[in-house]
Nanobody
Framework: QVQLVESAEGLEQPGGSLRLSCAASGFNLDGYAVGWFHQAPGKEREGVSCISGNGGNTDFADSVKGRFTLSRDNAKNTVYLQMNSLKPEDTGLYFC??????????????????WGQGTQVTVSS
C-alpha cells in the first residue's frame, strides 16, 4: 500500500500554535518534495508551503511567511508543518502531497503524485 496519513484535526485560539504531520507508508518520503495545500470554506485549494526532497529548500506563501515552518524527520518518514501565530483565516482543510519538486506549489499549478486525506484546522476564540 502507498499512503500519506495526516495527523488528526486541530483546534486552537488566535495567536496559538499547531503542528501537522504527514507520514508516508509504503514508500520513502525523503525521495519527494512535500507540499501543503490549504482549502478555506467555500474557496479553492491553494498551495501555502513546500519543502524539497533533501529538506534544504522551503517555499512559503506570503500569507503564512514568517509564521509557518517545515521540517523532515527521515527516521519517522514524516514531514511536519509547524503553524505559529495562527489567525482565523488559517481555518480550513490542510492537505499534504508529494511532488517531484516544489515548482508551482506556491503561486502556481503543481501536479502532485499522492495526496494525504486532509486535516481540519479551526482557529477560533
Amino acid at each position: 500500500q502507498v499512503q500519506l496519513v495526516e495527523s488528526a484535526e486541530g483546534l486552537e485560539q488566535p495567536g496559538g500554535s499547531l503542528r501537522l504531520s504527514c507520514a508516508a507508508s509504503g514508500f520513502n518520503l525523503d525521495g519527494y518534495a512535500v507540499g501543503w495545500f490549504h482549502q478555506a470554506p467555500g474557496k479553492e485549494r491553494e498551495g501555502v508551503s513546500c519543502i524539497s526532497g533533501n529538506g534544504g529548500n522551503t517555499d512559503f506563501a506570503d500569507s503564512v511567511k514568517g509564521r509557518f515552518t517545515l521540517s523532515r524527520d527521515n527516521a519517522k518518514n514524516t514531514v511536519y508543518l509547524q503553524m505559529n501565530s495562527l489567525k482565523p483565516e488559517d481555518t480550513g482543510l490542510y492537505f499534504c502531497a508529494t511532488l517531484p519538486d516544489c515548482w508551482g506549489v506556491v503561486g502556481g499549478d503543481a501536479d502532485v503524485d499522492f495526496w494525504g486525506q486532509g486535516t481540519q484546522v479551526t482557529v477560533s476564540s
